[in-house]
């Protein structure tokens, strides 16, 4: 799977003292009536507990800029000091400031899928940040971006 090139998301649950954040690429559209979204998370994640008692969340694309991110809310963050991020009250969620765009939700059912929970989510709100959005792309193990010419 590591040959199919994903965007880089931060799930958010919650907000403000309850939020809980983590690092997901396995995130797809699943229906446009009702509009709905799937991510997967580790069943042994804390985020699953989470969800089941703030079952509001936010799915904020990052943009290339932002590639520190990732590392940092999937809990492997190397450096001395954290990077830089902020998150807004957006309904009953949190949005990235500054990130490409965000989606936020309620969630609609929760499934099993192996050692994952498939997490469905109803699209609430959308949000679409400042051009250029330059997206952060994951693709073979390393963090890439689009090409100037495809931007």
């Not at 907000?15 to 690092?23: A, F, G, P, R």
């Not at 997967?40 to 989470?50: I, Q, S, Y």
């Not at 830089?84 to 969630?107: Q, Y």
Request: charge should be negative; proline fraction near 5%; charged fraction near 20%.
């Amino acid at each position: 799977m590591g040959m199919f090139a994903t965007g880089v998301t931060i799930i958010a649950a919650g907000k403000e003292q309850y939020l809980h954040v983590m690092t997901a690429n396995a995130i797809t559209s699943l229906s446009l009536d009702p509009m709905l979204l799937l991510f997967c998370v580790g069943k042994e994640a804390r985020m699953v507990a989470h969800l089941r008692e703030y079952p509001q969340f936010t799915v904020n694309i990052l943009r290339a800029s932002q590639s520190d991110l990732s590392p940092y809310f999937a809990g492997m963050w190397k450096g001395e000091e954290p990077p830089h991020f902020e998150f807004a009250v957006w309904g009953d969620a949190a949005r990235l400031k500054e990130c490409a765009a965000s989606i936020r939700c309620e969630v609609h059912e929760m499934a099993e899928g192996g050692d994952h929970a498939i997490v469905i989510g109803q699209v609430t709100g959308l949000w679409e940040g400042d051009e250029p959005a330059d997206p952060l792309i994951f693709y073979a193990g390393k963090y890439r971006q689009l090409a100037e010419e495809q931007r």
